[in-house]
């Protein structure tokens, strides 16, 4: 079924929601399209989800501003396709011309650009490079939660393909619940996080905590091999992640891509890595959002689940799986790229950013990790970063990044020379290193948060 929203929801849709209503609730088990999801929301009250497990907003004003937002976020989107990815992880394979990236920046057949105009450069080759180093001994490779196929056979519970077809790209749905487990509009966008004061209202705060490896240096892009980790997380509230940043201006402008847990983001596998990409242009202030639940980035492959969940995460003395990404800059006048593996997902518009900040290039990259802290009971969190194990525990323990380089401005990869950089080394701390072999510059890092030495 191909459905536009551009126009009222036509009246068999409405009707055909009530009636399911009346339905008893094994009749309604099947996944409904995004039109039946957008007609339900329509219906839906406040109280509703007063009570609801998981759901925070905090009123009436709050929650028809999202129910808003998703009538904005899905007008004018044709959704050709739906599947289950997993229990209760939707994704629509939508016309990519009508996906809200697209649709902002006036995209059409004939200003659509499927790749980068050009590639970043190899260096010469370097002497001694040993390729039975330990990068041999993670498994690198396409994730079926990540990776979609259109050749696949794959099919969910009620039959639908999990995949997309050419012309058409993956997005996650975007549903009232999701929104509703947050206060606010801004707080679902917001990279912030969340801290409940003592009147009980959950509030935008400042309560980050870092372990990362940063050079500031102008640039177009920054590549990484992540290592790949089912982090705990005390709170839904909190998260755990492993990313690149790219960073320049003032206010901060950033993109950030990796693999996050945060329970509150997810319908589903809270507790799983998520593939993630960010971006904010003031600072974190106004702007900024996850994956495609803005206008922001434009996809153009139909084969990454950008917000899919890692069906392969690595074990304590056991299996590692790790995942590379390239933020790269097409050019002076090119748009920023996201490669996920060996393909190009999409991209965000340099047109999104200022010329004082990485409209044209970056100033810094950085890699590492971050966790959110909401101090709960008075101490520090449990929340891990990484696996949880300290950085002098190892390969197979701690989790790492590594064959870590940069895109300099003359379009080649180029060694980075890292400064480490800390919150609080008692709670997580990172150890950078250099190898001839095949990790090249890497690092290890993490730890788990309250304990000993972390009050």
């Not at 970056?362 to 949880?388: C, L, Q, W, Y």
């Not at 401005?409 to 997580?428: F, M, W």
Request: hydrophobic share 35%; glycine share 10%; charged share 20%.
């Amino acid at each position: 079924m191909t459905t536009s929203f551009s126009h009222a929801l036509p009246r068999r849709l409405l009707l055909a929601g009530l009636i399911a209503a009346a339905l008893p609730l094994a009749a309604q088990a099947a996944t409904p399209t995004l039109a039946e999801s957008l007609s339900q929301m329509d219906a839906e009250q406040i109280g509703n989800f007063i009570g609801r497990p998981g759901a925070r907003v905090r009123d009436n004003a709050q929650f028809e501003r999202m129910k808003a937002y998703l009538r904005s976020h899905y007008d004018g989107v044709v959704a050709k396709h739906h599947f289950e990815l997993s229990p209760g992880e939707v994704f629509d394979c939508v016309d990519a011309l009508t996906q809200p990236g697209a649709r902002r920046h006036g995209l059409t057949a004939a200003n659509w650009v499927s790749k980068p105009s050009m590639l970043p450069a190899e260096p010469l080759a370097e002497a001694g490079t040993d390729d039975t180093d330990r990068a041999m001994n993670d498994r690198h490779q396409r994730d079926p939660g990540i990776f979609l196929s259109a050749a696949s056979t794959d099919v969910d519970a009620e039959g639908h393909a999990k995949s997309c077809a050419k012309g058409t790209i993956p997005m996650k749905r975007l549903t009232l619940p999701r929104l509703a487990a947050f206060e606010s509009l801004e707080h679902f966008r917001s990279k912030r996080g969340q801290v409940t004061n003592s009147d009980g209202w959950n509030t935008l705060a400042s309560v980050h905590e870092y372990a990362h490896a940063y050079q500031s240096v102008a640039n177009w892009g920054a590549e990484s091999t992540l290592n790949i980790w089912k982090a705990f997380t005390e709170l839904p509230s909190e998260f755990s992640l492993s990313q690149i940043w790219v960073v320049g201006g003032s206010p901060v402008e950033t993109i950030e891509a990796g693999w996050q847990v945060y329970p509150n983001r997810v319908s589903s596998h809270k507790s799983d890595a998520h593939l993630f990409i960010y971006s904010t242009q003031d600072g974190y202030a106004n702007t900024g959002c996850y994956d495609l639940t803005c206008d922001d980035f434009v996809q153009t492959n139909s084969d990454v689940a950008i917000g899919g969940y890692y069906t392969n995460q690595s074990q304590v003395n056991g299996t590692q799986y790790a995942q590379k990404i390239l933020i790269y800059k097409d050019g002076t006048l090119g748009h920023w790229w996201i490669k996920v593996g060996d393909v190009y997902a999409g991209y965000y518009p340099r047109t999104l950013y200022d010329t004082s900040g990485i409209r044209n290039q970056a100033a810094k990259v950085d890699f590492g990790g971050e966790i959110i802290n909401s101090s709960p009971s008075g101490r520090h969190t449990k929340t891990d970063m990484g696996s949880g194990y300290k950085p002098a525990s190892g390969f197979g323990y701690a989790a790492y990044q590594r064959t870590i380089r940069y895109v300099n401005t003359s379009n080649v990869y180029t060694t980075p020379s890292l400064t480490e950089t800390r919150t609080k080394s008692a709670c997580y701390d990172i150890d950078v290193a250099t190898s001839t072999g095949a990790w090249k510059t890497y690092f290890y890092f993490g730890g788990e948060g309250y304990g000993t030495g972390c009050p």
